[in-house]
């Protein structure tokens, strides 16, 4: 059968459109450059922001206090069980007047992957984004919150989220999760929740510790803006393919995207349905929505931007 004449079916438009999601996903684009340079950046924030942390941890908990502490408890057991480790502090700052909105001046800071996150966003959103690639290499779907942000009751969402929280550890604080904890936490001393034993910090560290905090924020918000552009661009290309009648269509569109695909990875079997969009007309479109990522200026104005925001000096 020759291509102008093969005809689509649900393998060939499946095959075709994970050939270009994966296309989309190693495109070159602003989007992507910025939520690279937003990694690296968080990556920083988080251990800059560890060691204002652990300075101010270290005064309200001197080291020798620990110690003796932890001597105690291996001589006289759970009597003087005192001393535990956390990833998540309750800073104060100390160098203003207390107002009637502790707010102000008071705030919890947690270096945990399930650290609550504002907005839109769940907290298992950071360690989606972060560890992305693995997810994507061990088969997983990183961007089922994103799909599935208007419809979280989604049997399907529930389904595959569970997969990727069981994947980082979330539900029983294991592997990823457990490795990451234990790279972030301090000892502290006191057992009970941490709004209980609030700790005294500077001006200065506790808005850098909120500049840790937005910098968090703005990690994960720029996952969502690349990966939304393509969910956008991907649902145009599977209501096409769906209207597509022949291989051909699929390929002539694939090449309009720069995608070169052959009949011969395509051709199985036989399907039906009617041409709504043009090949040309469509990939116009699509790429008018991705800006192509070759000019250098752009891509330092973005590092700039960002570098600027999460800066926690």
Partial sequence: MTQSKLRLNTDIRKKIGSLILSHFENEKTTELENFKSAKEDITTAYNTAFKIASNVVARAYPKDDVATLQ??????????????????????????ETTENEKNNSEHFNFNLDASMSGRFSDTDFGIAYFREELKSAGLNPEINIQHQDNRSNPHHTQELDKVKKFLGYNDDNGIYDQWKSKYSLDVIGTSYCRSRTIACTAKEFEQMRAFKNARQSFVQSHWTWAEAIQKDMRDITLALKDYKYVKDAIDLCGALGLDISENE??????????????????SLIKSRRTKQDNKAVIAQFRKARQSQVAVN
């Avoid at 001597?71 to 203003?96: L, R, W």
């Fill in 71 to 96: 001597k105690f408890k291996k001589k006289y057991g759970s009597a003087c069980d005192v001393v535990a480790k956390d990833s998540c502090f309750y800073f104060a700052n100390t160098e203003i």
């Fill in 266 to 283: 395509l051709q199985r079997t036989a399907g039906v349905s009617l041409t709504i969009y043009q090949p040309e007309n469509l990939a």
